[in-house]
């Protein structure tokens, strides 16, 4: 008597990325995803090519008026057509190996995992960090919208979150951060008040010793303990701006706690 293995039902993958003013960018994050199923793009309303370039591409690409980061994801992954999602920015690529490492646990059905992570390999000003606090800077991006999603209150620094085992898959997302150091250093900035009114609004406050002790901290633990000066020069100014980061946080809110002005007032219109 002979018995027969029914084939696993290969799942689909719905990609998701949130996008403003990405007309740089757009197409290679897109080419990367090319094995998905369907491509959804939710914009907020780019004054750029990014809807067009994502239309031509094959995109079905969403309006919507940004209200956070979390916010916007998880309204991208509620417009998917498919069980499986796997989430990206604009200024994320696929790597081959990962991709491999995805096709192969598609096509075992994803079996006993509800979301996958894998590392994320930045570029910073033309050479990749391999070390300190910028990697492998595992992020689960890959997930059973079913059993999970962009979940909690955090706009900022979001993260998804599964009810079930999360896997770990071989392979690197591509990260193109900053197109320049200004960029980099408005975006700390920006990233940093959201960071400290999050904080401050849950209750946390600032005190003296991480006035003063924090950001060293954030600077020595990336450069020596865990190696980032093996990057060279790039290393060191990544860690300085990371720890510029952790400045700024704590000093908004320090400030947020203690009454003061952490951003221009907003003026009524004439």
Not at 59 to 69: K, M, P, S
């Amino acid at each position: 008597m002979s018995s027969s293995t029914a084939p696993i039902e290969r799942p689909r993958i719905s990609a998701c990325i949130i996008t403003f003013n990405e007309a740089d960018r757009i197409a290679d994050c897109l080419a990367s995803l090319d094995f998905c199923d369907e491509w959804i793009v939710v914009d907020s309303f780019s004054s750029d090519d990014t809807v067009a370039i994502a239309q031509a591409a094959g995109a079905r690409v969403l309006q919507r008026a940004f209200t956070g980061f979390r916010n916007q994801k998880d309204f991208a992954v509620g417009q998917a057509s498919c069980d499986w999602v796997l989430c990206l920015d604009a200024d994320e690529r696929i790597s081959p190996a990962l991709r491999q490492a995805i096709l192969a646990a598609r096509d075992a059905g994803f079996a006993g995992h509800a979301g996958y992570r894998f590392a994320r390999l930045s570029e910073y000003f033309g050479k990749f960090l391999r070390h300190g606090n910028a990697y492998p800077d595992r992020v689960m991006r890959l997930f059973d919208r079913r059993r999970g999603g962009w979940r909690g209150a955090r706009e900022i620094h979001e993260a998804a979150s599964v009810d079930g085992a999360v896997g770990t898959l071989h392979g690197d997302l591509i990260h193109y951060p900053y197109r320049s150091l200004m960029q980099q250093l408005a975006k700390t900035q920006r990233y940093a008040q959201m960071m400290a009114e999050h904080e401050y609004a849950r209750g946390k406050r600032a005190t003296l010793a991480k006035l003063v002790l924090a950001p060293a901290w954030r600077f020595w633990r990336g450069l020596l303990l865990r190696g980032g000066w093996r990057d060279g020069w790039h290393g060191l100014v990544y860690a300085y701006v990371r720890a510029n980061y952790v400045r700024q946080k704590t000093i908004m809110l320090w400030m947020l706690h203690n009454g003061a002005a952490v951003s221009d007032p907003v003026k009524p219109p004439r």
